[in-house]
């Protein structure tokens, strides 16, 4: 079935952008809201710049960290030339929004990208003398084909891929939450510096608090912490509330992710550490693949279709109080205990 096109036509060239403006973050509304973000290539030349400055002075409260910026042409010339395309787009917006420098893909991109694959395929690791010779490739292969042929440690992973589905929401939909139902002119940028710090401050105490606490039960209770932080949210809807939440999840992640990590490593056999703890962080990239889709459909739905945009967040917690009890059954009936760790909780 053919689709259907509007033509509008506008009286003046400052109709048009502002026009294209609106369209614009209409179309970024509705890709947020369905999918957590909005991907857009940006054409070069002078006629769109009169766009971008608009889209600076008019929209700049914007949740622009939820905004990906591609380039669709660029002409060959370094970025700080007056015929660069990245020049034009940065003078004209970028220098005038709060959208994160790692949210902006440049061309050069795909030169870093080549120069990859040559070191990849040409680079080898020159040999000294009396050392002893690293895995060749076709045992990192036998190794990667035994981690992922190994059902328990992979339904490990699986389960724990929950906790980053909720860990993610921290950055994919709270900002938009932030924005749109707190309040518009909070700076979300510097109100996600919280959860750094915390880690940064508190990551010692923690451990050295927790040390004593087997491994795998430091991992469920991190869980836990998460999942029950964003309770926080929910009963105090405000930017303080927010700031409390993410205190508590950062106290969450510091007290399962160094434990994780340790766990994972006593589980690999000798020699295959290496793949194994590669695997580890299996769970961090497809919860980010998941937690994008999830939290914008929950945010669309409970936010814009049910106009109750608390109750996204009782959906959140519970996914990760699934998590938890997954992961407590998990270690009780499924995986026996590793005999290091075992051994630990035996002396502690």
Request: charged share 15%; net charge neutral; hydrophobic share 50%.
């Amino acid at each position: 079935m053919p689709s259907t096109r509007n033509i509008e036509v506008l009286a003046t060239a400052a109709d048009l952008f502002h026009a294209a403006a609106d369209e614009f973050v209409r179309a970024a509304r509705t890709a947020i809201g369905a999918q957590g973000r909005f991907t857009v290539a940006l054409s070069g030349g002078s006629t769109p710049k009169a766009l971008y400055s608009l889209l600076a002075s008019n929209y700049g409260d914007f949740v622009w960290n939820r905004v990906f910026l591609f380039f669709g042409d660029e002409r060959h010339v370094p970025p700080t030339d007056p015929d660069s395309n990245y020049r034009m787009v940065q003078e004209s917006l970028l220098a005038k929004i709060a959208i994160p420098a790692e949210n902006v893909f440049r061309v050069a991109a795909l030169s870093v990208f080549l120069m990859f694959l040559a070191v990849l395929l040409f680079f080898r690791e020159p040999r000294r003398t009396e050392e002893v010779q690293t895995t060749s490739l076709s045992q990192s292969a036998r190794n990667f084909w035994t981690v992922i042929t190994n059902p328990r440690f992979m339904l490990f992973l699986l389960i724990f891929t929950g906790y980053w589905i909720v860990y993610w929401q921290e950055f994919i939909t709270l900002p938009l939450y932030v924005h749109d139902y707190i309040n518009p002119h909070t700076d979300t940028e510097l109100l996600l510096v919280t959860g750094p710090l915390v880690v940064i401050a508190l990551t010692l105490a923690i451990n050295i608090f927790t040390q004593k606490i087997r491994a795998f039960s430091a991992i469920i209770i991190g869980t836990l912490m998460t999942a029950l932080a964003w309770i926080i949210l929910i009963l105090r809807p405000t930017v303080t509330g927010v700031v409390l939440t993410l205190v508590a999840v950062a106290l969450g992640e510091i007290t399962q992710s160094p434990r994780y990590y340790e766990y994972i490593s006593r589980l690999a056999p000798s020699g295959q550490q290496g793949t194994y703890m590669g695997f580890a962080f299996l769970p961090l990239g497809i919860g980010s693949l998941i937690g994008g889709k999830f939290g914008g459909f929950l945010i669309h739905y409970f936010g814009e279709v049910k106009h109750q945009p608390g109750m996204m967040w009782w959906v959140i917690t519970g996914v990760g109080v699934l998590t938890a009890i997954l992961l407590w059954i998990y270690d009780k009936f499924v995986l026996p205990k590793p005999a290091g760790e075992a051994t630990h909780a035996a002396t502690g």
